[in-house]
């Protein structure tokens, strides 16, 4: 429902509605809990938020209409209206049991609202928003505000915690723990225990439709089939507990052993002095905070010559300074040494151009490694960085078709003190190449403009300006051509450049 005098931009916005419909209750294999469910859009000078979420209905604002001459909030737009309808299931239908379990409704929400973006706005647009929510949560959460499920917080913080930024960084936190879970049991296993909730919520006989994290917990380990010693550790450091772990690796490579040493000291983004008194928000003797470690094994990725190679051998408990052994499989033929022709020059080369093979530099010297990632499926909630060289993450910018990869490639080539033009060079390959997904070439050319300095003759510029004028440059005319919607990544990419 809306205001007559928006209802063609209604039915433009609500055209996809069905597709997410169907396919919630196709992933819960269950039907919608309520009998009908109606969408309410109002003005936005009468709206107290953009989304208010209640039983069989969603009041929204009308500033989430769009119609089709407007393309630039279609995604954004979906995707509030999705999160709406998961929150019918969890959060509205299924309620919390205690206060400290309502991130587990929040999270489920949002995991349901994940599955919908990867199934119809593709998995690079799953990963992009995934990555930068990690990101985000890494870097607030520091204190024991973010703690999940702490009386503790709830009680001197009196609910302000899940509103505002700090709401957004707690749910995107919920919905990572929940996908830390799925990666560990399977997608399936991990779709069965959201099944089992709701057909249990079903159930006549059941007195209330109520969730814990106990509950939830113990399906676990009954459905997901997650051991009790993991579960026991899992919860109270992620969920009950503020803090992510901050990994800094630097790596080398043994010729003599064909082997990578990777050296990796791991902290935690929590404030260390709150290991001594209440953070804030907390009350004293119930924070857990610091860098004890977490439960479970990272994997490293290794892209030598000859293939891909992952090794789940990081443990994220133990020791904080680690050095780990990584055997490679590839293995450089032996170099031959040229001896000088008959005839022809003392360096060994002749008229005819034979010449030996160029050094391999991307550590410096011989190596079968390209480059190195951690934790690529990102398993984890956590902050990495890899120290390697400048040529590894080029490489990796440039053969790497992951989003996540690239994205890291770029913000670590951009972020080097000292700038050199094959670091623009691999940026502005990245932007001009349409295959490349279009919310990474945006990445690439904020890059490109933060390197334009004279370090580089502000080469980054010149860039942007050529890719510009060969987009929308007219030249008969010589004024901006008119806007192009056939190709929406270039749409938005030529937006951001203006």
């Known amino acids: 429902m809306c205001m007559p005098s928006n209802l063609s931009k209604l039915q433009c916005t609500v055209s996809f509605f069905h597709t997410v419909f169907s396919y919630y209750e196709e992933y819960l294999a269950a039907t919608f809990p309520f009998g009908s469910y109606k969408q309410v859009f109002i003005d936005s000078e009468t709206a107290l938020s953009s989304t208010c979420v209640g039983a069989s209905m969603s009041i929204f604002s009308s500033q989430l209409l769009y119609d089709e001459r407007v393309i630039d909030q279609v995604i954004s737009t979906r995707i509030k209206l999705a999160n709406a309808l998961a ?21 489920l929400a949002g995991f349901l609202t994940d599955c919908f973006i990867k199934r119809f706005l593709g998995n690079n647009e799953a990963r992009y928003r995934r990555y930068k929510a990690n990101e985000a949560v890494c870097k607030v959460d520091v204190d024991g505000a973010t703690a999940l499920s702490l009386s503790g917080a709830a009680a001197e913080l009196y609910g302000t915690q899940a509103i505002g930024v700090l709401g957004k960084i707690r749910s995107w936190k919920a919905v990572a723990i929940l996908q830390m879970l799925e990666k560990q049991m399977g997608p399936e296993s991990f779709r069965k225990i959201l099944q089992r909730i709701v057909h249990k919520a079903e159930d006549v006989i059941r007195a209330s439709r109520t969730l814990s994290t106990k509950e939830f917990r113990h399906l676990a380990n009954k459905i997901g089939n997650l051991e009790r010693p993991f579960l026991k550790e899992f919860f109270p450091r992620w969920v009950e507990s503020c803090g992510c772990p901050v990994l800094r690796m630097g790596l080398s490579y043994n010729k003599r052993r064909n082997m990578i040493e990777l050296a990796v000291l791991r902290g935690c983004t929590s404030n260390m002095s709150s290991k001594s008194a209440p953070a804030r928000g907390t009350v004293s003797g119930e924070f857990q905070a ?139 390959s990245c932007l001009i190449d349409p295959k490349v997904f279009w919310r990474v070439r945006i990445e690439s050319a904020f890059a490109l403009a933060k390197t334009a300095t004279e370090e580089t003759d502000w080469d980054g510029l010149m860039h942007l300006i050529k890719f510009y004028k060969s987009r929308r440059f007219d030249p008969d005319i010589e004024l901006p051509r008119p806007n192009d919607y056939h190709d929406f990544s270039e749409y938005f990419l030529l937006e951001v450049m203006m």
């Not at 509205?92 to 587990?104: K, P, S």
């Open 87 to 107: 929150q019918q299931w969890f959060g509205i239908y299924i309620t919390a049991e205690t206060a400290n379990d309502g991130w587990l409704l929040d999270g």
């Open 290 to 428: 610091g860098d004890d470690g977490w439960p479970g094994m990272m994997s490293v990725r290794v892209y030598e010559l000859d293939g891909m190679y992952d090794h789940p051998s990081l443990p994220m408990a133990g020791d904080t300074c680690q050095l780990l052994e990584i055997q490679c499989h590839s293995k450089l033929a032996a170099r031959r040494i040229q001896r000088p022709k008959k005839g022809g020059k003392g360096d060994g080369s002749d008229d005819n151009g034979e010449v030996t093979a160029a050094l391999d530099t991307r550590m410096g010297l011989e190596s079968p490694l390209l480059w190195l990632r951690a934790d690529p499926e990102m398993e984890y909630l956590a902050q990495i960085q890899i120290h390697q060289p400048v040529q590894m993450w080029i490489s990796q910018l440039e053969k790497d078709k992951d989003v996540v990869a690239q994205l890291q490639a770029i913000a670590t080539l951009c972020s080097f003190p000292r700038l050199s033009f094959s670091i623009v060079n691999a940026l502005n």
